[in-house]
C-alpha cells in the first residue's frame, strides 16, 4: 500500500460526512470513520518495518521544472504520531457522535474534525518543508473552524480569533525560518535539512533561524508568554478539546521542537530559551490550574503545564532529555484524552463544568467516577500509571543536566514544585468533583452516559495501565523508534521498568504528592491568597491589544494614504532612488564594451520629437485634450522605434493599443472638465522637477550601462526552437502561445476579470452630457455625420478582412490572436462612434461578457485538450496538410489558443468602450443628487 495514502485518505474523507449527514447520526460517524481506520491499518502495516530502523519515503512529482513536489516521510516520530492522530481521532468520533446534540449539525462538526486530522498528518509526514508550512497553516484553519462551531456564542468566536491570529502569527514566523534554513542548506528537503545540522548551527544567522522556528512552535503549543489562547479554545464542543489537546494542535509545536532537534539543538542558545520557556510555562500552568473552577478550564492550563514539562526536557542538556520527552507525549496523549472525554461525559449528564457545584458525583455515576480518577492517578503521577514512569525519567534528567553551571540545582526544585502543584490540582479534580458532599443547584440529576460514549475513555483508561504496567511491552518498541528519528541515532540506554530502586527520583516524586496532598489541605488559604491579585481576563486584553493595534495602523495608514496620488508617486520615486541610485555609485564606468549602434539624422529627430512631446505633455497637463494627441505622439513615436529596431509584433501591438487607449481617454474626458485648475506651488513644482530629473538620470544610466555590455538571452533557445517545437517561425506568437502560454492564459483572464469590474462598476451609472466646449461653443447638432458613417462602413469589411489575416499568418508572421483582436475591436468601436449605441444593437446583438467567457473558456480547453494525449498542460500540436487550391497548409493547435485570445481581446475592449460611450443623460442632475 502506498504511503500516500495516509495523508490522502483522510482529506479524501473530508467530504463524506458531508454527504452522509442525512443518513443517520451513527452512519454519519460510521461513514467517517472508514478513511481514517484504512489510514491507521496502512500505518500499522509499517510497524515492523520502522521498528527496524527504515523509514519509508515517497515522493510524487508536481511541477519537477521548478522542484515542486508532493513528499512523504515515516520514520520513528512520523509513526508515533501518526498512531497518536488517528488512534485517537477514531475515538473521538465514536465519543462525539453521543456528545452532540440533535441541533448540532453532525456532518459539519465531522468534516472539520477529519480537515483537522488531515492538517495534522500532514504536517508530521512531510519530507518537504514548505508543504509542511502549508499544512501547518492548515491546523489553525481548521482548528478555528472547529473552536468557533458553536458560532451563536461570544466565547468561541472569540477563542476562535484569538488561537488564529496567535498561531497564524507564529506560522509566518516558522515560514521566514523555513525558508532561511532552505536557502542554507540549497533545499528544502527534509531529510538533506535533518543532516545538515552542522552546517545550520555553524552559520551566523542560526540565531534568527532558531528564534523564527521556536516561535512558531512556541505559539501552537502554548509556551509562555503565548500559553494564553489555549484556556478560551475550550469554548470548542469537548470533543475538540479532547483532540486539540492530546493528539493535535498544541502537539504540532511539540513535533516542530523533536523533529528540528537533530538541526537546531546542541548550542548554548538553544538550551536556554528551550529549557527557560519550558520551565515557566511548567509552573505557570502548574499553579494556574489549581485556582480554576471550570473543569476544562483546570485541565486546558494542566496541558499548558505539561507541554512545558515536554518543552523543558527538549531544552536540558542531558543525554535522555528527548527520549523522556517523547515518552511523555505518549503517556499526556493517553491520560489527557481520557480526562477531557470524561470532563464532556460529566457536563452532558449534569448540565455543569463548575466543581463549586460538581460535588459527590460517585454517587450518581461511580463507573465514570472511576475512569477518570484513573486517568487523574496518572496524570498526578502515582505509581502503577504511566504518568509516573514518565515523570519519573523527567526527575532523573533534571538531576543529569548542568545547562545553568552552579545554578542547575534550581532545574529539579522547580521540577518538584510544578509536580506538587500537579498533584493539588489532580486531588481537587477528584474530590471536589465526585466526593465533597452533594450537587449544588445542577441543571439536571447527573447519571451515567450512553454505554458506547465511555468505549473511548475506557481504552484510553486501559492504556494508562497497561503502559504503567508493562512499559517495556507496550510502548517499548515505539519509544525507542520515535527517540532514535528526534536523536538522529540510536539513543542511550535506559531502562522502562517500573521500580528502578530507591533513589532520588523516586524521593522527589514522593515529595511532590505529599506536597501536593498539604497544598490540596490547606488550599483555602492559598485560595484566599490569590484573590489578592486582580485576575486578567486573556480575551479582554487580546482585544484591547488588537483595537490598540489597529488604531495605530489606521493612524499610520491615514497619514500614508491621504488621497494624494503625487504624494504616492513621491514616496515611490524616493524609495526606487534610494534602492537603485545607490548601488550606482559602487559603478566606476558607466560605458562598456559593446559596439554601439550609429544614430541617423531620422533616429536623432525622432528621439527629440519624442523628448519634445514627453514635455509639452508635462507642460501643458491642465489642457487635457493637448496633453492627450502629445501623448498619442509618444506612442506613435514608440511603435515607429519597435519597428525600426526589428520588432514588428510589438510596433502593431503598440500602435492599436494607442489607437484603443486615446478612444477610452477621449470618452473619459468628455465627462471632465476639460481645463483644471493650478494644483500646485512654485516650490513643490520645483521640487518635482528635481526629482524626476534625478529619477531619469539614474535610469538613463542604468539603461546606458545595461545596453553597452554584452549579456546572455533567452531569445537564442526560443529561435531554435519556435518551429521545431512550437511549429511557427513567428517566435514572439510562439512564446506567446507554446512557450509562455500559461503566462498568456493567465494575462487574458486578468484582462477579462478587469474589464467585468470595470463594467460592473459603470453599468448604472449615468452622468450629464455636457452641451457646450470649454469657450461656451455648442456641440454640433448632428452627433453622427453622414461621411464619417459612410467611411465607417466601408472600412469595416477591409478592417475585418486585415483582422483574419492578421490572426492566420500569425504563427508564422508578424500577427496574432491579440493583434487581431484590437484590429477587429478598433473597427466595431469606429461603427460606435459613426452611428451610436443604439444602432449598434440593432444590427450586433453580441454579449460581451459571454465573449470574454468563451475566448477564456477556448483557451482553457486548448490547453486542457494534451492532457488526453498524456501530455502537460498547453502543450501544442502541429502538422501540415495539403488542401485543394491552397496547397500546403500548417494545422496548430496553438491557433485554437490564440483565438481564445482574440475573443478575450475583442470582449474586454468592446465591454469597456461601448459601455463608456452609453454613459451620457440628457437630464442635468440636481443640487441634491450632487451632494
Same mark, same amino acid.
Given at each position: ?40 491499518? @496502512? ?78 498528518? #500532514? ?47 507564529? #506560522? ?54 503565548? =500559553? ?36 537546531? *539543538? ?65 503517556? =499526556? ?93 489532580? @486531588? ?72 528502578? #530502586?530507591?533513589? !532520588? ?91 554601439? @549602434? ?100 539614474? @535610469? ?5 550601462? !545595461? ?91 477591409? *478592417? ?132
Amino acid at each position: 500500500m502506498s504511503l500516500l495514502w495516509i495523508p490522502l485518505l483522510p482529506m479524501f474523507g473530508t467530504l463524506m460526512p458531508l454527504l452522509s449527514a442525512r443518513w443517520g447520526r451513527s452512519t454519519c460517524a460510521l461513514v467517517t470513520a472508514l478513511a481514517p481506520a484504512l489510514a491507521l491499518a @496502512i500505518v500499522l502495516s509499517y510497524l515492523p518495518q520502522v521498528f527496524a530502523g527504515q523509514p519509508l519515503q515517497q515522493t510524487l512529482s508536481w511541477i519537477p521544472a521548478i522542484g515542486l513536489e508532493l513528499s512523504f516521510r515515516l520514520d520513528g516520530l512520523a509513526l508515533l504520531f501518526a498512531l497518536l492522530i488517528l488512534g485517537i481521532g477514531l475515538l473521538i468520533i465514536l465519543y462525539a457522535r453521543y456528545y452532540l446534540s440533535e441541533k448540532d449539525s453532525m456532518g459539519r462538526f465531522y468534516a472539520y474534525l477529519i480537515l483537522f486530522m488531515t492538517a495534522m498528518l #500532514g504536517i508530521v509526514l512531510s519530507n518537504n518543508l514548505i508543504q509542511l508550512w502549508l499544512y501547518w497553516e492548515l491546523t489553525s484553519i481548521s482548528s478555528f473552524l472547529l473552536i468557533s462551531f458553536w458560532s451563536e456564542r461570544s466565547d468561541a468566536r472569540k477563542g476562535a480569533r484569538m488561537a488564529l491570529s496567535i498561531t497564524g502569527a507564529g #506560522g509566518l514566523a516558522l515560514l521566514a525560518g523555513l525558508l532561511m534554513i532552505g536557502d542554507m542548506v540549497g533545499s528544502y528537503d527534509l531529510q538533506t535539512v535533518l543532516a545538515s545540522g552542522e552546517l545550520i548551527r555553524n552559520n551566523p544567522l542560526y540565531p534568527v533561524v532558531l528564534v523564527l522556528v521556536l516561535l512558531g512552535a512556541f505559539t501552537k503549543s502554548a509556551q509562555f508568554p503565548f =500559553h494564553f489562547w489555549l484556556p478560551h479554545a475550550m469554548a470548542a464542543p469537548t470533543p475538540v478539546s479532547a483532540y486539540l489537546h492530546s493528539a493535535t494542535m498544541v502537539k504540532a509545536g511539540l513535533f516542530l521542537l523533536a523533529r528540528f532537534y537533530p538541526v537546531l *539543538a546542541g548550542t548554548e542558545l538553544w538550551f536556554l530559551i528551550v529549557s527557560l520557556t519550558g520551565l515557566a510555562t511548567l509552573l505557570l500552568g502548574a499553579y494556574i490550574a489549581l485556582f480554576k473552577h471550570d473543569l476544562k478550564g483546570l485541565l486546558a492550563y494542566s496541558t499548558i503545564s505539561h507541554l512545558g514539562l515536554i518543552t523543558l526536557l527538549l531544552g536540558l542538556d542531558s543525554h535522555l532529555g528527548p527520549v523522556a520527552a517523547v515518552f511523555h507525549i505518549i503517556n =499526556h496523549a493517553i491520560f489527557k484524552a481520557s480526562l477531557f472525554m470524561a470532563a464532556g461525559i460529566i457536563d452532558h449528564e449534569s448540565g455543569s463544568r463548575d466543581m463549586r457545584k460538581l460535588n459527590g458525583l460517585w454517587n450518581y455515576m461511580p463507573y465514570t467516577a472511576t475512569l477518570a480518577m484513573v486517568a487523574a492517578a496518572s496524570m498526578a503521577g502515582v505509581p502503577l500509571f504511566n504518568g509516573f514512569l514518565s515523570k519519573e525519567m523527567f526527575f532523573a534528567e533534571t538531576l543529569d543536566q548542568g545547562a545553568f553551571g552552579s545554578l542547575s540545582w534550581m532545574i529539579p526544585v522547580l521540577a518538584t514544585v510544578g509536580a506538587t502543584f500537579s498533584v493539588a490540582y489532580s @486531588i481537587r479534580f477528584i474530590h471536589d468533583v465526585f466526593f465533597n458532599g452533594e450537587p449544588v443547584d445542577l441543571p439536571r440529576t447527573p447519571h451515567e452516559p450512553p454505554r458506547y460514549m465511555k468505549v473511548p475513555v475506557e481504552i484510553l483508561v486501559a492504556l494508562c495501565l497497561l503502559v504503567g504496567v508493562f512499559p517495556e511491552f507496550v510502548v517499548g518498541d515505539l519509544l525507542a523508534s520515535a527517540s532514535s528519528a528526534v536523536l538522529g541515532g540510536l539513543p542511550p540506554s535506559y531502562s522502562l521498568s517500573v521500580w528502578h #530502586g530507591f533513589n !532520588l527520583p523516586l524521593v522527589m516524586s514522593l515529595v511532590a504528592m505529599g506536597g501536593g496532598l498539604l497544598i490540596y489541605h490547606n488550599r483555602r488559604n492559598l485560595f484566599r491568597f490569590q484573590a489578592q491579585f486582580p485576575e486578567p481576563d486573556a480575551k479582554v486584553v487580546f482585544d484591547d491589544v488588537v483595537q490598540w493595534v489597529l488604531a495605530r495602523c489606521a493612524s499610520f495608514m491615514g497619514w500614508l494614504e491621504n488621497g494624494s496620488l503625487q504624494r504616492y508617486m513621491l514616496c515611490l520615486m524616493l524609495l526606487a532612488l534610494a534602492l537603485i541610485g545607490i548601488p550606482m555609485m559602487e559603478l566606476n564606468t558607466t560605458a562598456g564594451l559593446r559596439p554601439q @549602434i550609429p544614430v541617423s539624422n531620422i533616429m536623432a529627430a525622432a528621439a527629440i520629437l519624442l523628448c519634445l512631446c514627453s514635455l509639452a505633455t508635462v507642460i501643458w497637463h491642465r489642457k487635457r485634450l493637448i496633453a492627450l494627441l502629445m501623448l498619442s505622439v509618444v506612442g506613435l513615436i514608440v511603435s515607429i522605434s519597435f519597428a525600426v529596431f526589428s520588432a514588428p509584433d510589438l510596433a502593431l501591438t503598440q500602435l492599436l493599443v494607442e489607437v484603443a487607449t486615446v478612444i477610452l481617454l477621449m470618452l473619459a474626458l468628455f465627462f471632465l472638465p476639460q481645463r483644471t485648475p493650478k494644483e500646485s506651488s512654485p516650490s513643490r513644482i520645483v521640487r518635482d522637477l528635481g526629482i524626476a530629473a534625478l529619477i531619469g538620470g539614474v @535610469i538613463g544610466t542604468i539603461n546606458y550601462a !545595461l545596453m553597452t555590455r554584452p549579456f546572455e538571452t533567452l531569445s537564442d533557445f526560443f529561435i531554435a526552437n519556435a518551429k521545431t517545437g512550437g511549429g511557427g517561425t513567428n517566435v514572439v506568437n510562439v512564446i506567446l502561445v507554446d512557450f509562455r502560454g500559461f503566462d498568456t492564459f493567465g494575462e487574458i483572464t486578468v484582462l477579462g476579470i478587469a474589464a467585468l469590474g470595470i463594467y460592473k462598476l459603470i453599468a448604472q451609472m449615468r452622468l450629464f452630457m455636457p452641451t457646450s466646449d470649454m469657450d461656451g461653443r455648442p456641440w454640433a447638432q448632428d452627433k453622427h455625420p453622414l461621411i464619417l458613417g459612410v467611411i465607417s462602413q466601408g472600412l469595416l469589411p477591409l *478592417a475585418l478582412l486585415v483582422s483574419v489575416f492578421i490572426f492566420l499568418r500569425g504563427h508564422n508572421l508578424p500577427g496574432g490572436g491579440f493583434i487581431a483582436g484590437l484590429i477587429t475591436a478598433i473597427a466595431l468601436i469606429q461603427q460606435y462612434v459613426a452611428h451610436g449605441v443604439d444602432w449598434m444593437k440593432e444590427r450586433l446583438k453580441i454579449d460581451y461578457q459571454w465573449l470574454i467567457g468563451s475566448g477564456l473558456l477556448i483557451a482553457f480547453a486548448t490547453g486542457a485538450g494534451s492532457w488526453f494525449f498524456d501530455r502537460p498542460f498547453l502543450t501544442s500540436w502541429f502538422d501540415y496538410v495539403n488542401w485543394p487550391v491552397v496547397g500546403k497548409f500548417e494545422l496548430a493547435s496553438a491557433m485554437l489558443f490564440d483565438l481564445g485570445v482574440y475573443l478575450t481581446v475583442i470582449g474586454a475592449v468592446l465591454l469597456i468602450l461601448a459601455n463608456l460611450g452609453k454613459l451620457t443623460t440628457g437630464e442635468r442632475p440636481t443640487q441634491t443628487e450632487h451632494e
